[in-house]
């Protein structure tokens, strides 16, 4: 079955970096885009960011853009974001989800992984 | 402030229907789908409708979804304890190239 499992969450200081990773299984990787969501604490979903499946095209969203940055290993069936100049408010649950493959929208969530930033 | 447009809240009684709408514009609803999410507090949200009005596979036909020019909905006929969450519409928007959330609707059965 389809599985996302993302890591790499942690406290963090505001200006400081982090990344995370998402490992994929279950589904021919290549295939399909690849997005993270995030979630911040008691607030609704926030999309982060899109990869397409042959990495064509990148879009953020813009609360993120030039600090954030997506990417994939296809031969490791790996998704990664890189975040830079962390704030205050990237704080919550981020998830990477597997894109529709038509619709440019997120059908297969994993679990989330927690990112906090404070001082 | 969210680019797609959702009531904070709804509620309704065991049994009843109770709709959610989201409201958006000629570039994300108007010209493409709308997919619905629900999630439950402490978990990852799960795909309930795609392509305005696809149920996903194992979701209970009381769930539908609808789209009519630059606005959907999800309808939850016959409210059941287990349907109370929060639930999520979300399309592309073709002038932004981004993914636009609504802001959430909390449904409370009564």
């Known amino acids: 079955q389809v599985q996302l499992v993302e890591s790499g969450g942690g406290v963090v200081q505001p200006g400081t970096s982090l990344r995370l990773s998402c490992a994929a299984s279950g589904f021919i990787f290549r295939s399909y885009g690849m997005h993270w969501v995030r979630q911040p604490p008691g607030k609704g979903l926030e999309w982060v960011a899109i990869i397409w499946y042959d990495e064509s095209n990148n879009y953020y969203a813009e609360s993120v853009k030039g600090r954030f940055t997506i990417s994939r290993d296809t031969s490791k069936k790996m998704l990664y974001l890189e975040m830079n100049a962390l704030r205050v408010d990237d704080t919550g649950v981020y998830y990477c989800?597997?894109?529709?493959?038509?619709?440019?929208?997120?059908?297969?969530w994993g679990q989330g992984t927690t990112v906090t930033v404070s001082s | 402030q969210s680019v797609l447009t959702q009531p904070l809240s709804a509620s309704g009684t065991p049994g009843q229907r109770v709709a959610i709408s989201c409201s958006g514009s000629?570039?994300?609803?108007?010209?493409?789908?709308v997919y619905w999410y629900q999630q439950f507090p402490g978990t990852a949200p799960k795909l309930l409708i795609s392509r305005n009005d696809q149920r996903r596979s194992g979701v209970p036909d009381r769930f539908s979804g609808s789209k009519s020019g630059t606005s959907a909905s999800l309808a939850i006929s016959g409210l059941r304890s287990e349907d109370e969450a929060d639930y999520y519409c979300?399309?592309?928007?073709?002038?932004?190239?981004?993914?636009?959330f609504g802001g959430g609707t909390k449904v409370t059965v009564l």
């Open positions: 989800a597997r894109d529709s493959g038509s619709s440019h929208l997120p059908v297969i």
């Open positions: 979300a399309t592309w928007d073709d002038s932004l190239n981004v993914v636009v």
């Open positions: 000629s570039s994300n609803i108007g010209s493409n789908y």
